[in-house]
């Protein structure tokens, strides 16, 4: 299992065939799991509120997840990920907000509505099997 850790930019972060856990960090990030069960980490401090409430959808995308696998339940095979939602405070949520331009249910955009800044942040999911994110796909810590 590798851990990935991004800088104070943007990064374009690709893990491995394993299991891994992928940490964006500050600027629009650009995740890659691969296979193995991956764990992609949006912590809030690392959210930028300039770009939060925007309401163009997709101009305003803080991190994007290229690969998800599994979502909406349990895929055999290894290749079940999860997001890591840190920081955002009790009460906040994930709400699908649409899907993307290209005409699949593959691109998808989420809200993340923070309970601690009162703003919402946006993220980009690729899900591998067209299926809408569960709530064993997700998890806020605080």
Same mark, same amino acid.
């Given at each position: 299992?590798?851990?990935?850790?991004?800088?104070?930019?943007?990064?374009?972060?690709?893990?491995?065939?394993?299991?891994?856990?992928?940490?964006?960090?500050?600027?629009?990030?650009?995740?890659?799991?691969?296979?193995?069960?991956?764990?992609?980490?949006?912590?809030?401090?690392?959210?930028?509120?300039?770009?939060?409430?925007?309401?163009?959808?997709?101009?305003?995308?803080?991190?994007?997840?290229?690969?998800?696998?599994?979502?909406?339940?349990?895929?055999?095979?290894?290749?079940?990920?999860?997001?890591?939602?840190?920081?955002?405070?009790?009460? $906040?949520?994930?709400?699908?907000?649409?899907?993307?331009?290209?005409?699949?249910?593959? $691109?998808?955009?989420?809200?993340?509505? $923070?309970?601690?800044?009162?703003?919402?942040?946006?993220?980009?999911?690729? $899900?591998?099997?067209?299926?809408?994110?569960?709530?064993?796909?997700?998890?806020?810590?605080?």
């Amino acid at each position: 299992m590798g851990k990935f850790v991004g800088t104070a930019g943007s990064d374009r972060i690709s893990g491995t065939d394993e299991g891994d856990a992928i940490f964006g960090g500050k600027g629009v990030d650009y995740l890659y799991g691969g296979a193995g069960n991956d764990c992609f980490v949006i912590n809030l401090y690392d959210m930028d509120p300039s770009l939060s409430n925007n309401a163009r959808l997709g101009a305003q995308t803080q991190d994007v997840i290229y690969d998800f696998y599994g979502a909406g339940g349990w895929e055999g095979g290894g290749n079940n990920d999860f997001i890591y939602l840190a920081n955002f405070g009790a009460g $906040s949520t994930l709400t699908f907000a649409g899907y993307g331009t290209d005409g699949t249910t593959q $691109s998808q955009y989420y809200i993340i509505h $923070s309970a601690t800044t009162g703003l919402d942040y946006t993220i980009a999911i690729g $899900s591998m099997n067209g299926k809408l994110l569960g709530a064993g796909d997700f998890n806020f810590y605080n």
